[in-house]
């Protein structure tokens, strides 16, 4: 049975839950929020979130006092049955002027008082066209449908869309194309990486003499930073003159360098040689830490019973290590479903995974709406990743 935690136990706990929640769930809670407004930066009419109309007032106020300035002039230059119209045009722009002048710059409206100040715009822009055939050379006619454009602008309707942004996904083709990049890129690369790094760990686990400097060179490729290595094998894969790009083509494995950064195959073939390159010695390190952990007594007794390298491969080895290759598999699946500088710098961001096309839509066209439902939907993917892994595959495994 299990004891609860006392209030003094909880103290030295609450300083990481509290560093756990300002840097891990609001970032998240803060992208949520995102997703259910149409929020984008370059647009004036939606670079905030507005759950209600909002005005700009001091400038409508401005507007409505230039119209106020060309009505009173203009009404003595047009027909008895046209200045009623022209007076009471002038006495609302002059009341709306008065309402709003001397304020808050910004004002929250109502709803209904969102959609008068849009009638009346409305309404002017129709009386002025209406003028327009009649008395052309009207100020107000001149000037007025600028003054109503910018009017106009000044109103901002609610942006806020609820789950409507979700709904765009399933019709999305490019983000399609972005998951079965994603999907395709993580399982090629972690497959090849848990080979390699198993062979690499064996090896890094004998007892022979230098084993140590076969370590240390082993794990270089893992300690430059990813766009440093990213920026090596560019070079390598460079057209002209890449050391690998020319080796590929007179093995016949491509028709030409310039195949493998100009085209969907090359790029992705090109980001998953980086990337095992790369990251294979961080496979390696883990299993190595497993195998470190297995009693030496049982190897040598299958030795004295004469099981070979293959039975005791198979009977002994990869059933200790299981745990050791879940939790590697986990951080390297859940890390290169989440690549983003490797293919960035490398590529310039071909083949377009999810990272790359919701860095293109947030920052790109500044739709960080749209974009932070990309992200939400990767981290719902991660998510059940990680349950994948952890409840399906080796949840036991793990906990010994």
């Given at each position: ?26 970032p ?8 259910l407004?149409?929020?984008q ?8 979130l ?22 009173k ?7 008895d ?42 309404d002017?822009?129709?009386l002025l ?17 600028q ?24 019709g999305d ?7 079965g ?30 084993i ?12 430059i930073p990813?766009?440093v ?10 057209g ?29 073939f ?25 009693d ?7 030795a ?64 960080y ?25 080796g ?6």
């Open positions: 049975m299990q004891r609860r935690m006392t209030w003094k136990e909880f103290l030295f706990v609450l300083p990481l839950l509290l560093l756990v929640m300002v840097f891990s769930l609001f998240i809670a803060s992208s949520f929020v995102y997703t407004f149409d929020y930066t370059n647009n004036q009419a939606k670079n905030s507005y759950t209600g109309a909002t005005l700009n007032a001091a400038l409508y106020a401005e507007d409505c006092d230039y119209f106020v300035h060309y009505l002039r203009d009404a003595q230059a047009v027909g049955a046209d200045k009623p119209a022209l007076t009471a045009l002038s006495e609302t722009m002059a009341a709306q002027s008065a309402l709003y002048s001397g304020g808050e710059r910004t004002v929250a409206l109502p709803a209904a008082t969102g959609e008068a100040i849009q009638s009346l715009l409305s002017t822009r129709a066209t209406r003028l327009a055939d009649t008395y052309p050379d009207l100020r107000i006619v001149t000037h007025g449908p003054l109503l454009d910018e009017m106009e602008t000044c109103l901002v309707s609610s942006n806020f869309v609820g789950l409507e942004n979700y709904g765009r996904l399933g083709a490019r983000f399609g194309q972005a998951v990049n994603t999907f395709v890129f993580t399982a090629i690369s972690v497959a090849i990486e848990l080979v390699l790094g198993m062979a690499l760990a064996l090896i890094m686990d004998k007892a022979i003499r230098g140590g400097m076969v370590r240390t060179t082993a794990l270089i490729p893992w300690a990813t766009a290595s990213a920026l090596i094998w560019c070079y390598l894969y460079d002209t003159s890449g050391v690998v790009a020319m080796v590929f083509h007179r093995l016949g494995l491509i028709a030409s360098p310039e195949l493998l950064l100009t085209t969907a195959g090359g790029t992705m090109s980001a998953i040689l980086a990337d095992v390159w790369k990251t294979t010695p961080y496979m390696a390190l883990l299993l190595l830490a497993g195998l470190q952990v297995i030496r007594g049982l190897y040598e007794s299958s004295i019973d004469g099981a070979g390298a293959v039975r005791t491969f198979t009977s002994i080895t990869l059933p200790l290590l299981k745990p050791s290759m879940l939790v590697a598999l986990l951080f390297r699946t859940l890390d290169a479903f989440r690549v983003y500088d490797l293919i960035a710098v490398l590529t310039k961001g071909t083949p377009e995974t999810l990272s790359i096309y919701a860095y293109k839509m947030m920052i790109g066209q500044s739709n709406g749209y974009g932070s439902v990309i992200v939400v939907a990767m981290f719902l993917m991660v998510a059940a990743i990680a349950f994948v892994y952890v409840k399906v595959l949840a036991e495994l793990i906990r010994e």
